[in-house]
């Protein structure tokens, strides 16, 4: 049974920084294009960025770029989303997603996904 769990969400204040992480289970993470999404409160989940199985080519929303930065370790079957000058309009849930890729392949739209955590909170107070 596949499973994806993120962990790090929490309280900060703006301009601090947070590091989110996603234990995989069940599957191979190497074989998988991995990527955060978010849901902002009474919005639309959207995307927040993706990583190629090896981990050599990534993608981020304009949203985030220049102050996230996603990785991998596959060996320890673990995803992390950096999230550095957090800003209130960060307040989101964070689900991170697991698709089958080509190997360097990046996946940004949400249908693309195959398997979904379900989430950790993370509030950024002004």
């Known amino acids: 049974q596949v499973q994806l769990v993120e962990s790090g969400g929490g309280l900060v204040q703006a301009g601090d920084s947070l590091r989110l992480s996603c234990a995989a289970s069940g599957l191979t993470l190497s074989n998988y294009a991995m990527a955060w999404f978010r849901q902002p409160p009474g919005k639309e989940r959207e995307f927040v960025a993706t990583?190629?199985?090896?981990?050599?080519?990534?993608y981020y929303a304009d949203s985030v770029t220049g102050r996230f930065t996603i990785s991998r370790d596959n060996a320890k079957n673990t995803v992390y989303l950096q999230m550095n000058s957090l800003k209130p309009e960060d307040t989101a849930v964070y689900y991170c997603a697991a698709g089958r890729a080509y190997r360097s392949e990046t996946i940004s739209r949400a249908d693309g996904m195959d398997y979904w955590g379900k989430g950790t909170l993370v509030t950024v107070s002004s």
């Open positions: 990583i190629s199985r090896g981990g050599g080519y990534t």
